[in-house]
């Protein structure tokens, strides 16, 4: 299986848009943040959209220029992978940097298993692996070639053009033996 820049930006993608919509869908399926609250499914706060919304619409929108469905020039894809990064590396950061604006901070009140659950699954676990994948991408856009503009490019195919008749042998039955 080959692993393409486009692959990973559908990734990019899912995995953004599961970062993006999770803190309003998982208290239906019992799978609230912080961990043990009462926070009710669709239920907006500033943790939500911090944390969640906008790192995830980040990685969602950089997934869709790795696709190749936005930007049109050859720095696209790279800056793509830039901005799937920095909202990888929000979800990962973001909830300590919060600590500088809200009092007290966003911690769980559930089972050790469920906080650490809770943060795998909404931030450090899905920050780390968009990060991964944002960076791999990086990697493969720097080992592509230098693409030509449309302009430089030729309309039509070019054909080699022979500059002399190439020399046949025929043996007795005239069938062509070596041609040079």
């Known amino acids: 299986m080959r692993i393409t820049a486009r692959s990973i930006g ?10 993006a919509i999770v803190p309003f869908v998982g208290p239906e399926f019992g799978y609230p943040f912080p961990a043990g609250s009462d926070v009710g499914s669709w239920e907006w706060s500033e943790t939500a ?7 995830g619409i980040a990685t969602a929108y950089g997934g869709l220029v790795l696709l190749g ?11 793509g992978a830039l901005v799937a990064l920095a909202g990888g590396a929000w979800f990962v950061l973001g909830s300590e940097f919060t600590r500088l604006w809200t009092t007290p901070p966003p911690d769980g009140t559930g089972s050790d298993w469920m906080i650490i659950a809770t943060n795998l699954g909404y931030h450090e676990g899905l920050g780390v692996t968009i990060v991964a994948l944002s960076a791999f991408a990086l990697g493969l856009l720097a080992l592509l070639p230098e693409r030509k503009r449309a302009a430089e490019q030729p309309l039509i195919a070019q054909h080699p053009v022979l500059y002399h008749e190439p020399e046949r042998t025929y043996d007795e039955d005239e069938t062509v033996v070596t041609t040079r």
Do not use: D, E, N
């Open 69 to 79: 469905l936005l930007g049109s020039v050859r720095i696209a894809p790279a800056f």
């Open 10 to 19: 559908f990734l990019l993608v899912a995995l953004g848009a599961w970062g």
């Open 49 to 55: 959209w911090q944390l969640s919304l906008l790192p």
